[in-house]
């Protein structure tokens, strides 16, 4: 299912902000149906406040999770979740890169690998999707298999850049905060 995220004549900003959710649950949910990876976030990076400052604790929080049926949902654990120096180390990386594929075994000591190998992921992808003043939105996709090295590869990308398209066109609409 694709929508359209051009808002309509007499639209709404609720509806609009509905019509971005559906579709970013939808993709999210083909990402784990339809390719090797078992779970699939949107997080957002922020310090809590309305603009992101120096100085103040960095948290992650989950806004959007579809998981495999052999993993729990961890969308309420990850709400205003302390950000540690190994997994703030990757996030100065994804600005730089836009994208990272990662070995789970291969990642500093922190919050991020016990969460990944509590989960029993060994391959992870991060990838950015937008920056506003307020934080960093960015897609986490993990997986039990290699999903990077898989043949449905192309497709996990192909997806991963239609979600960063619908939240670069909800930042131009001032859908996020």
């Known amino acids: 299912m694709t929508m359209s995220l051009k808002k309509e004549k007499g639209e709404t900003r609720i509806i609009a ?3 971005m959710d559906v579709e970013i649950e939808a993709l999210l949910y083909k990402i784990e149906q339809e390719t090797k990876v078992d779970r699939a976030l949107v997080l957002k990076f922020h ?3 309305p603009k992101m400052f120096s100085g103040v604790a960095k948290y992650t929080s989950v806004i959007t999770e579809s998981h495999s049926p052999t ?4 969308k309420q654990l990850i709400q205003n979740f302390p950000v540690d120096r190994s997994f703030m180390n990757l996030l100065i990386k994804l600005n730089t890169d836009k994208q990272l594929a990662v070995d789970v075994n291969q990642l500093d000591e922190g919050s991020l690998k016990r969460r990944y190998i509590q989960d029993g992921c060994k391959t992870a992808m991060l990838v950015e999707l937008v ?13 039990k298999s290699d999903f990077i090295l898989s043949e449905g590869f ?22 996020l905060h």
């Not at 506003?132 to 997986?143: H, I, P």
């Not at 192909?158 to 001032?174: M, P």
């Open 17 to 19: 902000i509905n019509k």
């Open 47 to 49: 310090n809590g406040g």
């Open 71 to 74: 993993l729990s949902s961890i």
């Open 131 to 143: 920056y506003t003043e307020s934080g960093l939105y960015f897609l986490d996709l993990s997986g």
């Open 154 to 175: 192309t497709k996990v990308e192909q997806l991963a850049n239609r979600i960063r398209n619908i939240y670069q066109i909800a930042k131009k609409q001032q859908l």
